[in-house]
Each structure stands twice: as structure tokens, then as C-alpha cells.
């Protein structure tokens, strides 16, 4: 059984319009990277972090020795930078002002963890990373943005599939990956370990 060991309403959505079954399994994690991290290893050790609490969280539960845990984190890189999850509405507002005109990057790391010999597990890490351009966003078009609530919870303060896709000029690459969860990169590791859609239209 796959059991996604996350709470984040876009990557639940993902998968079930993908067709795919699964369970849930809620394990925080702490989301602090140390200075100087390369986005890459960051997003990557994230996505580890949570697909482990999951893990450990899971076998406590109800874990049998074939389930298969999945976790996921999404992170924003503009000019090097790394865009989180923004603090506060002025957050928000300098994000969405940093990205307005800009190109940057979204990566998406995958982490699946399977129980190995004995006591051990195994675990498999990818990541994707789409390009997203904005055009130049007015100020009045940031606040009401901000105004609506929805940048609060997410990366770089922006929902692709929400409001802010009115502010996008174009995407290179994987839009579900932007979304939260690269499914064509998801749905062919899955495949590998044969876990596969039950109803799906892909």
C-alpha cells in the first residue's frame, strides 16, 4: 500500500486525480535547513526527513512490511535563494514583489521509503525542477492576492492552480511538480515497483 506521510491538500488531490489509492500518515518534521545548504541537497534532505517520520510513525500504526511511504517537499529558488513558506502577510508581499517580472525555479524532491532486512529500510530519492516565469505584477494585484489568504501555506507564497496562475507567463517542464508533487517522475517510480493507478485517465 502506498501511504503518503504528508497533509498538504495539492499533493493529496494529485494523486487520487492520478487514480492512485492510498493512505495517510501525518509526521511533522522540522523544516530547517542549515546556512549555506545547496537548494538541491536541501529540498532533497526534506523530502528524506519527512518520508522517515512517516516511516517510523507508520510502523507504530498499522505498518506491514510491503506498505510504501512517500514523502515530498516543494521548495522556490530565485536567484540562489530559497523561497519558503512565507512568515507573515509583509512576507508574502516582499516574495510575490521579488518574483514579479522574474524567472525562477521550483524543485520538488520525492523521498520513498520501503522496509528493508530486518530492522533497516530502504530509501530512493529524486527531484524535479520546472522553470516558471512571472510577468511584472502590479502592487494593488500582490495585495489583494494576499488579501484572498490563499499564499499563506504555500512555497514562494504563490498556488499555481489558484490565483496566481493569472500571474504566470510560462512554464518549462512538469506542472504538476509546480503544483506540489512531479507525477510523471512519481508515477514511473511507482511503476518500477509496481504500484500503479487502480482508475486514471494518465
Do not use: C
Not at 64 to 75: F, N, R, S, Y
Amino acid at each position: 500500500m502506498l501511504i503518503l506521510a504528508s497533509s498538504s491538500p495539492r499533493r493529496i488531490e494529485l494523486l487520487r486525480e492520478w487514480g492512485y489509492e492510498f493512505k495517510l500518515v501525518y509526521a511533522p518534521v522540522s523544516e530547517e535547513l542549515e546556512e549555506g545548504i545547496l537548494p538541491e541537497e536541501g529540498v532533497q534532505e526534506l523530502a528524506e526527513r519527512k518520508a522517515l517520520s512517516g516511516f517510523e510513525t507508520w510502523q507504530k500504526q498499522e505498518g506491514l512490511a510491503e506498505d510504501l511511504i512517500l514523502g515530498a517537499d516543494t521548495i522556490v529558488v530565485l536567484e540562489e535563494r530559497i523561497l519558503g513558506k512565507p512568515a507573515d502577510e509583509e512576507d508574502a508581499e516582499a516574495m510575490l514583489r521579488a518574483l514579479s517580472g522574474k524567472t525562477h525555479k521550483v524543485m520538488t524532491a520525492i523521498a520513498l521509503v520501503s522496509k528493508g532486512e530486518g530492522q533497516d529500510f530502504r530509501i530512493e530519492t529524486d527531484m524535479e525542477i520546472t522553470i516558471v516565469s512571472f510577468r511584472e505584477l502590479s502592487n494593488r494585484e500582490i495585495r489583494d492576492y494576499i488579501t484572498t489568504g490563499e499564499p499563506m501555506d504555500k512555497a514562494a507564497a504563490y498556488g499555481i492552480q489558484g490565483g496566481a496562475g493569472k500571474f504566470v507567463r510560462k512554464v518549462s517542464g512538469s506542472l504538476t511538480n509546480v503544483i506540489g508533487l512531479p507525477m510523471e517522475l512519481l508515477s514511473a517510480k511507482l511503476e518500477v515497483r509496481e504500484v500503479f493507478p487502480t482508475d486514471s485517465n494518465h
